[in-house]
Each structure stands twice: as structure tokens, then as C-alpha cells.
């Protein structure tokens, strides 16, 4: 079983930029479809990114295309996302999560491996 942790949030201001990484134990990341999903308070869990096992093929959500991407690091064990041109309506808790499915999938519950999240704060 894999186990997956977050890092790199934080409290920036609007149009900064951040990387969030996701490092995995347990298991290699390259038998995994992986991908970021976020949450604000009060709001369901959405997509938000989303890489193929070798990382040829991306997805990401409308409001983040052009602004985030997502790579992959099989290597390493490692999943990132650059977020650029960062706006106050990015706040939320980033997860990052690693599902057995052979495509992307915006559906949380398709996913199988959650790491604990990580607090992305966008000041105005």
C-alpha cells in the first residue's frame, strides 16, 4: 500500500507562485494514474490536475489550465504541480492522490491513495 505526503503550501499573495510536491512510500507511484484534487471550506473536493503512469498524458481542471502543471518524477517517487499566477479563489487544502484506474479520472472516489493534504493560502 502506498502512502502519500504533501509538502509546499503555504501563505502567498496573488500572482505568486508555489510547488507542491508529493512524495510516495510504500510502493511505486509508476503503477499509479496520479492526480491533485483541492478543497475549500464549505466545498466539495474537486480535480484539479491529473498525470498518466508515464506522464505523457495531463488533464487539469478549466479554472487552473494554463496557470498549474502537473509532473512526475517516477524516479523519485515524486508527483508535483507548479502553480503559477496564483489567485485568492486557489485557497484550499491541495491533496494529492494515486488511483489503480488506466486513465485520469476527475471522480474522487475512483481514487484509491490519499495523502493528508497541504494548505494553500492566496491573499488578495
Known amino acids: 500500500q502506498v502512502q502519500l505526503v504533501e509538502s509546499g503550501g503555504g501563505l502567498v499573495q496573488a500572482g505568486d507562485s508555489l510547488r507542491l510536491s508529493c512524495s510516495a512510500s510504500?510502493?511505486?507511484?509508476?503503477?499509479?494514474?496520479m492526480a491533485w484534487f483541492r478543497q475549500a471550506p464549505g466545498k466539495e473536493r474537486e480535480f484539479v490536475a491529473g498525470i498518466t503512469r508515464s506522464g505523457g498524458r495531463t488533464s487539469y481542471a478549466s479554472s487552473v489550465k494554463g496557470r498549474f502543471t502537473i509532473s512526475r518524477d517516477n524516479a523519485k517517487n515524486t508527483v508535483y504541480l507548479q502553480m503559477n499566477s496564483l489567485k485568492p479563489e486557489d485557497t484550499a487544502v491541495y491533496y494529492c492522490a494515486a488511483t489503480n484506474k488506466n486513465t485520469i479520472t476527475v471522480v474522487v472516489t475512483l481514487y484509491d491513495y490519499w495523502g493528508q493534504g497541504t494548505q494553500v493560502t492566496v491573499s488578495s
Open positions: 510504500g510502493g511505486s507511484i509508476s503503477r499509479y494514474v
